[in-house]
């Protein structure tokens, strides 16, 4: 049974910085794509970021490029820990953060993710 439990999240300040963690069991994911979504009050699940099970080809959303780093857990493969590193937290960037992962290369809709997480809060005050 796969899962993904997203851990990390909390209430900072703007300008702050989180680690956000997801660790990966049930299988493995040779082959994956693991991403990062997150999604607003109000507002769709939005794409973050991706990269695939070897740690490499990291591809990012627009409004988080140079700000929000993707990477795995290098020391052993197939992935077991994917992570976001969150820096220069902005009011705008508060949501709930989720895993999840898909076979194959990466794409940013979400209908063609197979796993999620349950997510995890991030809170960016003013």
């Known amino acids: 049974q796969v899962q993904l439990v997203e851990s990390g999240g909390g209430l900072v300040q703007t300008g702050g910085s989180l680690r956000l963690s997801c660790a990966a069991s049930?299988?493995?994911?040779?082959?994956?794509?693991m991403a990062w979504f997150r999604q607003a009050p109000g507002k769709d699940r939005e794409f973050v970021a991706s990269i695939l099970w070897s740690g490499r080809d990291a591809y990012y959303a627009d409004s988080v490029k140079g700000r929000f780093t993707i990477s795995t857990d290098n020391d052993r493969t197939p992935v077991s820990t994917v992570y976001l590193q969150v820096n220069s937290l902005i009011p705008e960037d508060t949501a709930v953060y989720y895993c999840?992962?898909?076979?194959?290369?990466?794409?940013?809709?979400?209908?063609?993710?197979?796993?999620w997480g349950q997510g995890t809060q991030v809170t960016v005050s003013s």
């Open positions: 999840a992962a898909k076979w194959g290369s990466h794409i940013i809709n979400d209908n063609f993710f197979d796993y």
């Open positions: 049930g299988q493995t994911f040779y082959g994956y794509t």
